[in-house]
């Protein structure tokens, strides 16, 4: 069981925006600003997409964005297109022995 | 450009040994933090260990801990991973991946590597 948990699988069609839960707890997504979005497409290594909860990296489409409120942080895609579907990981700094926790990861389908 | 190349995985028996690396090239290696990062065939990300930018610092995952071991030679732009008494549930491909920050710790990632499999199996 992951420590950070996500929906299994969310969908949208082209053009419309879709919305990612990441639900912690005090010890971690609530409790610091250091929740990442990471985007992986079958067979490939991660990218990172957000990091501290609602910035993007250089070179990551502005319809990619990042909030967070009290222990559940989100991920926003506006204007899906194909190439976006992929499955999202959200992670964290987590106060636990164990320093970066995962959630278990959402598959997004473009329909 | 930046990369991050991994290799050594294979397929080891459970209980032993094996030892993988990350080959680092296109930016200045010794002013990064570097994290190992799992996945399991079929399965979600697992962090696994992070490496301070000089080596004076470590942190495991709570699966690994006692067990693996991260180090890395600066002089060398290469991270390793040492996996010991190696179970069945340590097959993953490992990923090793850079800190987005300078230095300090950033808890994000921004440059991956492609991942070496690491399958143990009698």
């Known amino acids: 069981q992951s420590a950070l948990t996500q929906p299994a699988s969310v969908s949208g069609s082209p053009g419309q925006s879709i919305t990612i839960s990441c639900t912690g707890t005090s010890s971690d997504v609530g409790g610091y600003n250091y929740v990442s979005w990471y985007q992986q497409h079958a067979g490939k290594a991660p990218k990172l997409m957000i990091y501290d909860v609602s910035n993007r990296p250089s070179g990551v489409s502005n319809r990619f964005s990042g909030s967070k409120s009290g222990n559940t942080a989100s991920l926003t895609i506006s204007g899906l297109q194909a190439e976006d579907e992929a499955d999202y990981y959200c992670?964290?700094?987590?106060?636990?022995?164990?320093?970066?926790?995962f959630g278990g990861g959402t598959k997004l389908t473009v329909l | 450009q930046v990369q991050l190349v991994e290799s050594g995985g294979g397929v080891v028996q459970p209980g032993r040994s094996l030892r993988v690396s990350c080959a680092a090239s296109g930016f200045t290696f010794s002013t990064y933090g570097i994290h190992w990062v799992r996945q399991a065939p079929g399965k979600g990300l697992e962090w696994v260990a992070v490496?301070?930018?000089?080596?004076?610092?470590?942190y495991y995952a709570d699966s690994v801990k006692g067990r693996f071991t991260i180090s890395r030679d600066n002089s060398k732009n290469t991270l390793y991973l040492q996996m010991n008494s190696l179970r069945a549930e340590d097959t993953a491909v490992y990923y090793c991946?850079?800190?987005?920050?300078?230095?300090?710790?950033?808890?994000?990632?921004?440059?991956w590597g492609q991942g070496t499999t690491v399958t143990v199996s009698s």
């Open positions: 490496i301070s930018y000089d080596g004076s610092n470590k």
């Open positions: 992670s964290s700094y987590t106060s636990s022995s164990t320093l970066v926790v």
């Open positions: 991946s850079r800190e987005s920050k300078l230095y300090y710790y950033s808890y994000a990632m921004d440059v």
